[in-house]
């Protein structure tokens, strides 16, 4: 077996409370569950293991919150899981004290992605996030103390009752803080869920603003010398960073189309053509774990066309070219010439590789949607 | 049968005031059904016609009554068929005008009862309904006496619901109704009136016919003598409420002719039925072809179901002579047709059937009349298509109606507006009583095929009730306006309208397509031009933004079927040059003022 894959994916549900936009796989409360959820992790990774190369070269914890698992269990799982060139935590400031930072550096994180979402009070309210600004500067610093060179912070943008002004201040107020990494989302209201009941018509009217806060998230990111590698991700260029490639590994081998296992509840692995998602209840989770069996699982066979597909919507989410090399079929020649000529597509060496103009990688959605074939 | 003993009537009545109901309780009340064979409303024979209301296609029905012998032709209950309504009443000595107690007099209701009173027929005024609670059958007595000239005491009470009073009907078509004329001695040359025909698949067509003069029988040879189809007749009979054989039918008698002729359009309503043996010298008065004044383009939404949609016209034309349509090929909506219908009704029942009965999808035009049309060139045309009209023509007619609409006094005055607006021409109004005035109008057909009927019952809260009659074709200042997207012009949105009127509707127009175009990739301007004249221009500016937030290792397959269906959204809009169009967007010229509230 040579296409084991080497990018692992831990998802840890516990969060303080829940944010109205979120839509992840969260579990509110339940502290007394995080050494058996710990374990069933382990027993999950064992039984998956063989899907696994030994050495990884990415381990993504993800949540939830993963920092507000408890210490002791945060740490029994980060030194169980295999080692990895890029191991990152995510985590909510509030929750990184110096001791924390301190953890997660003892046991080998070497990236941590804080979700700042924005640095106005009003709006965190919006979003029901337990941090202040504060807590962001407050967690950078600690970060720092305990030498994390590779800090990535989240923004959110459109959030209801944002102004341009807002926005750019936010902005400013990442920036100050140096990141070597920054992920900047619109932010996605699901229909039908409370928050967007809560804020419809205000919804509605940031839906035209958003139109042009992108743009100005971009200018002011690259202008700031940020590499706008991906959608919605922005790193450091390497002039700036010692010439480190800051680019998430971890998130890089999803939109290459590459093999990748997760665990924990609603955890989705893709291996092989095969992709699955485990339950996300997590008394079936402990239950199936504790009795040494595979969580119950929803499985996807991806063919062929769908898994070129995806490589053709994930590949053009990157500012590097995607090579149609093996992706034969996947996209409409015709929509192809068309976008080529609105000037949104590039051919580029010997025209077997593709690439969106800056324009085409706004409109990246639509232009995708079009191109598939 | 004795001729004398012959009565032959039909019934008026405005869709909902009980015409059915009627029908059903005679066909009780003299036992031509009974019990469980009687099916609600037997005479409405189509789907179609149940849910919506109304009768398409008329039908004969035989009953007996105290040694009489009744025939009850049923007429079709619309507007777009006074054709076939004034047919079916001339094969009748006289008829039921049947009014809702409840509801009063309508626009049809008055249409009908002239069209009746013209062809001297004796008419039976009844007012059904009486047993609702809110039924006001003095008030509606005195107005359909005053309508008809008749006493208010002779108007007939009853509920066709409960069977109240119907018998009393049968006793007065037996008393006032005059027994048919016409020569009934065996040498007469016979003749006989089509008043309604339909195609059965396995027998041909089906001719319904009020014998005038002399008798038919089966294995005759006959013709029809203004379309001079010869054929011979393989049946001869009457409905009792179903198919029965009989040897003959005399002078007086309704009944059918079985032709086995295979299409509808060889025997049209109007015509005289004679003997090859006895040639009649004169047809009967009255016969004319029906000719569609409505028109507009259907096409599949999906291209692949253009050889259903063909199948499926060749199939409703069977049954319906004044259907017509041809292939129509547009840049924008690609293959389908351009069909012509006697008014707005036709146009709907067909569209419905065509998609509830053939299970199809369709994109319908915005409807257009005919225009009459002289070129510079000299040449007279007919133009059924906004986008076939010459761009230089000497002189356009259009087809002019008398429209009748009946409202509570306190709308007079939005009616009328409303009828300036579409360049109407006063000519009549009177008090049907102290609160409903009736109003008669002249005005362009044109002007009443898009959203007339809407209009008139938003204005008026819902109360008016109209009906109109083509009248004839007059001279019109008319232009062309077409509509431009992204500089390429779009026949299926191009209109025939109204000099005084182009500005605003081309504005309405390019402004209603803004809303319903959606975002491009790039700049789209909008306009509407007459000839190489710019009278509005709108643009749609292009998609700034247009991306999916995030999209990681869990949301793959998410992302992915949002694209998917992102894709199939795209495949259903027209492709107009490099611009998708969705299909709601060739309605925008249905209701631009509906559009605008």
Same mark, same amino acid.
């Given at each position: ?56 070269? %990415?381990?993504? +914890?993800?949540? #939830?919150? !993963? ?7 945060? @740490?029994? &799982?980060?030194? =169980? $899981? ?69 800090? %990535?912070?989240? +923004?959110?943008? #459109?959030? !209801? ?7 750019? @201040?936010? &902005?400013?107020? =990442? $920036? ?198 | ?597």
């Amino acid at each position: 077996m040579t296409l084991r894959a080497r990018h692992l994916y831990v998802h840890l549900p516990f969060c303080a409370s829940r944010c109205g936009y979120c839509d992840f796989v969260t579990v509110v409360g339940r502290e007394g569950q995080h050494e058996a959820y710990v374990s069933a992790l382990l027993t999950e990774l064992a039984l998956e293991r063989p899907a696994l190369e030994p050495r990884l070269e %990415s381990v993504f +914890l993800g949540g #939830g919150t !993963p920092t507000l698992t408890e210490p002791s269990s945060l @740490a029994r &799982l980060l030194q =169980a $899981l295999p080692s990895a060139e890029e191991v990152t935590v995510e985590a909510n400031p509030e929750t990184v004290t110096p001791a924390l930072a301190r953890l997660l550096r003892e046991c080998g994180v070497t990236r941590v992605s804080l979700g700042a979402q924005s640095f106005a009070p009003r709006l965190l309210e919006v979003l029901d996030r337990q941090a202040g600004p504060d807590d962001v500067r407050r967690a950078v610093y600690a970060l720092r103390d305990a030498k994390f060179d590779n800090i %990535s912070l989240d +923004l959110v943008y #459109g959030i !209801p009752g944002q102004s341009a002004a807002d926005l750019d @201040a936010d &902005l400013s107020e =990442a $920036l100050a803080l140096g990141p070597e990494h920054m992920s900047c989302y619109e932010l996605e209201a699901k229909p039908g869920t409370r928050f967007t009941h809560a804020h419809g018509a205000e919804l509605a009217r940031q839906a035209e603003a958003m139109e042009w806060y992108f743009e100005r998230v971009v200018a002011r990111l690259t202008e700031a010398g940020y590499r706008w590698y991906e959608t919605a991700n922005f790193c450091r260029l390497p002039d700036g960073a010692g010439g480190r490639d800051l680019r998430s590994r971890h998130n890089l081998a999803y939109w290459r189309g590459r093999d990748y296992l997760g665990l924990g509840i609603g955890a989705v692995s893709t291996i092989e053509g095969r992709r699955w998602r485990n339950t996300p209840r997590l008394g079936r989770y402990l239950a199936a774990l504790a009795a040494g069996e595979r969580p119950p699982r929803e499985v996807e066979a991806l063919s062929e066309p769908v898994r070129r597909s995806e490589r053709v919507l994930l590949g053009l989410r990157l500012d590097e070219p995607l090579s149609l090399d093996g992706l034969e079929g996947a996209v409409d020649a015709a929509a192809l010439a068309r976008l080529e000529r609105l000037g949104l597509i590039e051919r580029g060496r010997g025209a077997e590789d593709l690439a969106l103009t800056e324009r085409g990688r706004f409109l990246g959605g639509g232009v995708t949607a079009e191109l598939l074939a | 049968m004795d001729q004398n003993r012959i009565r032959n009537f039909s019934i008026i009545a405005h869709i909902d005031h009980g015409k059915s109901t009627l029908a059903d309780r005679i066909l009780e009340l003299t036992d031509t059904v009974t019990g469980r064979e009687m099916r609600a409303q037997v005479l409405d024979t189509m789907e179609l016609e149940r849910e919506r209301g109304i009768t398409i296609k008329a039908q004969a029905v035989r009953v007996n009554w105290k040694g009489h012998e009744l025939n009850l032709i049923d007429t079709p209950g619309h507007v777009d068929f006074t054709y076939e309504v004034s047919r079916s009443l001339q094969a009748c000595e006289g008829a039921l005008l049947v009014v809702d107690a409840a509801q009063g007099i309508e626009a049809q209701t008055v249409a009908n009862a002239y069209l009746a009173i013209e062809n001297n027929l004796e008419i039976i005024p009844v007012v059904n309904k009486i047993d609702l609670p809110q039924a006001d059958a003095e008030g509606t007595a005195a107005e359909i006496a005053e309508l008809v000239g008749d006493d208010p005491g002779r108007v007939l009470r009853i509920s066709a619901k409960t069977g109240e009073g119907v018998a009393a009907v049968l006793d007065a078509i037996v008393e006032r109704i005059p027994a048919p004329g016409g020569s009934a001695a065996e040498e007469a040359p016979p003749r006989a009136l089509v008043f309604d025909s339909s195609y059965d698949q396995y027998r041909g067509v089906v001719a319904f016919v009020r014998v005038v003069d002399g008798s038919f029988s089966a294995r005759e040879p006959l013709r029809a003598m203004a379309q001079g189809t010869r054929f011979e007749s393989e049946e001869v009979g009457f409905f009792s409420p179903t198919m029965r054989a009989a040897e003959a039918l005399g002078a007086g008698e309704v009944g059918y002719v079985i032709t086995g002729l295979k299409d509808v359009s060889r025997l049209r309503v109007g015509d005289t039925l004679t003997s090859e043996r006895r040639l009649a010298s004169e047809p009967l008065p009255g016969y004319k072809d029906v000719k569609p004044m409505v028109f507009a383009g259907l096409f599949p939404t999906d291209s692949d179901e253009y050889p259903d949609l063909r199948d499926a016209l060749e199939r409703l034309k069977l049954n319906d002579a004044a259907l017509f349509y041809e292939p129509e090929t547009s840049q924008a909506l690609g293959f389908g047709f351009r069909c012509g219908f006697l008014g707005l009704l036709h146009m709907e029942i067909v569209r419905e059937r065509l998609e509830r009965e053939f299970d199809l999808d369709l994109i319908v035009t915005a409807p257009t009349v005919a225009y009459r049309v002289l070129t510079k060139a000299g040449e007279e045309v007919e133009v059924h298509n906004p986008a076939e009209m010459p761009r230089e023509v000497e002189r356009v007619e259009e087809p002019y109606i008398k429209a009748s609409i009946i409202v509570p006094k306190d709308y007079v005055g939005p009616v009328m507006e409303l009828n300036t607006e579409r360049r109407g021409r006063f000519d009549h109004m009177e008090y049907l009583s102290e609160e409903r005035v009736l109003l008669l109008y002249e005005l362009p057909l044109g002007e009443i095929v898009l959203d007339y009927y809407d209009q008139l019952k938003s204005r008026t809260r819902g109360y008016a009730s109209f009906d109109y009659d083509v009248v004839g074709f007059r001279e019109g200042k008319l232009e062309r306006v077409d509509v431009l997207i992204a500089g390429e012009p779009v026949d299926a949105l191009s209109l025939i309208v109204h000099r005084d009127g182009a500005y605003a509707r081309g504005r309405a127009l390019v402004e209603r397509l803004r809303e319903e175009i959606p975002r491009q990739f790039f700049d789209v301007a909008v306009q509407a031009a007459i000839g190489s004249r710019v009278i509005a221009r709108e643009t749609i500016k292009a998609k700034r933004k247009d991306v999916l937030a995030k999209c990681y290792g869990g949301d793959i397959t998410r992302k992915r079927k949002l694209l998917e269906r992102q894709k199939a959204g795209k495949r259903r809009m027209k492709q107009v040059g490099s611009v998708e169009v969705p299909q709601e967007a060739f309605l925008a010229v249905l209701n631009l003022e509906g559009g605008k509230k």
